[in-house]
């Protein structure tokens, strides 16, 4: 089928399917439609066609949904941070636990015992602990840049976020509703900072500039810690920069923690070789009473507010016993581990990256908490089993992987030693559903939780209960 571009058509938004597109079918043809919400007949304009859908965008809405609400961020359709900002917050619970079922219903062709509602935030804006905003000088014109006439070169300076599925255009932003407010002031004195001293951001296509990332974190308690990173000093202004940030910018705001890390390499992830840290160089969150060190580069639940709710629902799938011992697969950190210590016999953590080990022991030593052991284990690897040999074998097992999944060598493993409950934690309900799918070999999905970590987008955690078949 070739290609159609700019053709319009009326269409009926159905549902909105993973990753947050909006479906419509019409004369047996599917439709991905962006900016639609369900319920709503709009005009659509056709991008391209392929070959089991064609792509399309809302012009005009005929019949809007009495679930469409007016976005409250200006960079509302362009930025690909919050795509569910035009729905009510009710209805993106709903959809995100469709969502769930949609899955396991496809890919592990079951359904599960129960799944409750999703579990609301209590926060739907300002509510990310953690947000990492990118230099470029491949800045991204909108709509309204465009229309206005105004030259201005796309060759140009930007800070804010990527665009959706164009990691070499940034889109300068000077607001953002899901971090801190005090992030976006920090934002723009850099951003205005930098401008005037003539600095250069870094150019991912030459592979040349100083400025990469500034990363922002919080904590509950209000502490706060800003992270530049860059390459190294070309030059005195470089330098002054630097140093402008650790007294002017620290003073101005407040800052707990102030870290310049550099990155020489040619990818623009954020994180790099410390160099600087004034201040303590860690936050601290306390969760249920247990405190958490963060150190700039370590991993941590980007929802604090939601956090309790979340480790609630682990606590009450794994339905723990005082005389459990627990292996926590994918550990990180140790958040888990840590946090239900105190239900159980003894926990045993498992993580492949040796900084987060590191961080785990810190945590456990800090909270004085005795009963958990960390093992650096690389948990996808062709021989994982010999990671389990000579260990007290697990009651219940807490399982939380990457949005890849696991490895088919680490769910043989897991249905070789078979222990009695399972809890799968996962941020991709299609790799969890394949996953289970396998599983169920041995184990009944008892009951699935969603819990929203990230409102106004469609991720979803899903806290799974798997109980071995007698």
């Known amino acids: 089928m070739k290609n159609t571009i700019d053709k319009e058509i009326e269409l009926q938004i159905e549902s909105i399917g993973f990753e947050g597109i909006s479906i419509a079918r019409k004369d047996g043809l599917v439709y991905i439609v962006k900016g639609g919400i369900p319920g709503e007949k709009v005009i659509a304009v056709e991008k391209r066609r392929k070959r089991r859908y064609t792509e399309a965008s809302v012009k005009e809405i005929i019949e809007a949904s009495e ?37 396991f219903r496809h890919i592990a062709k079951m359904v599960p015992g129960e799944i409750p509602g999703t579990i609301p935030s209590p926060l739907i804006y300002n509510y990310r602990n953690k947000m990492e905003f990118s230099f470029d000088t491949s800045r991204w014109l909108t709509d309204e840049e465009i229309s206005a006439g105004e030259e201005i070169s796309c060759e140009s300076f930007a800070l804010g976020l990527h665009i959706p599925g164009r990691y070499d255009k940034v889109l300068d932003i000077e607001e953002c509703h899901l971090v801190d407010d005090k992030a976006i002031l920090i934002l723009n004195d850099a951003r205005n900072k930098a401008l005037a001293m003539g600095l250069q951001a870094f150019n991912d296509r030459i592979h040349q500039g ?59 992830v954020a994180t790099g070789e410390i160099k600087r840290i004034e201040g303590e160089g860690y936050l601290t969150e306390d969760v249920y009473g ?63 990256s040796e900084n987060s080990i590191k961080d785990a022991i810190e945590n456990a030593k800090l909270n004085k908490i005795v ?92 806290i799974a209960q798997l109980n071995k078949k007698s």
């Not at 690909?80 to 959809?95: M, P």
Request: aromatic share 12%; proline share 4%.
């Open 210 to 268: 100083f400025l990469k990332n500034l990363v922002f974190r919080n904590v509950s308690s209000g502490m706060t810690m800003v992270i530049l990173i860059t390459t190294d000093f070309t030059d005195d202004a470089d330098k002054a920069f630097v140093d402008w940030m650790f007294n002017d910018l620290r003073n101005n705001h407040s800052i707990s923690s102030i870290v310049h890390a550099v990155n020489n390499s040619v990818n623009t």
């Open 290 to 352: 247990v405190k958490f060190k963060i150190s700039p580069f370590s991993f941590f639940q980007t929802n604090s507010e939601q956090l309790p709710r979340f480790m609630d629902s682990i606590i009450e799938l794994a339905e723990f016993k005082y005389s459990d011992i627990v292996w926590d697969l994918f550990c990180g950190t140790g958040a888990i581990s840590l946090l239900t210590s105190g239900c159980v016999k003894s926990v045993i953590g498992f993580e492949v």
């Open 67 to 103: 679930y469409r609400v007016e976005p409250v961020c200006r960079y509302f359709g362009v930025c690909g941070g919050c795509s569910w900002q035009n729905l009510h917050y009710e209805q993106q619970l709903y959809w995100k636990r469709q969502h769930i079922v949609d899955s």
């Open 371 to 462: 009963n958990v052991e960390f093992r650096c284990a690389d948990l996808n690897s062709k021989n994982v089993s010999k990671e389990f040999e000579n260990i007290p074998q697990c009651d219940v097992m807490v399982i939380d992987p990457p949005r890849a999944g696991m490895h088919k060598n680490l769910i043989e493993t897991i249905l070789n030693i078979a222990p009695g409950r399972i809890v799968y934690v996962s941020c991709n309900p299609a790799t969890q559903a394949r996953d289970c799918g396998l599983l169920s070999e041995k184990y009944l999905i008892s009951k699935i939780q969603p819990v929203d970590m990230f409102p106004h987008t469609y991720h979803i955690e899903s």
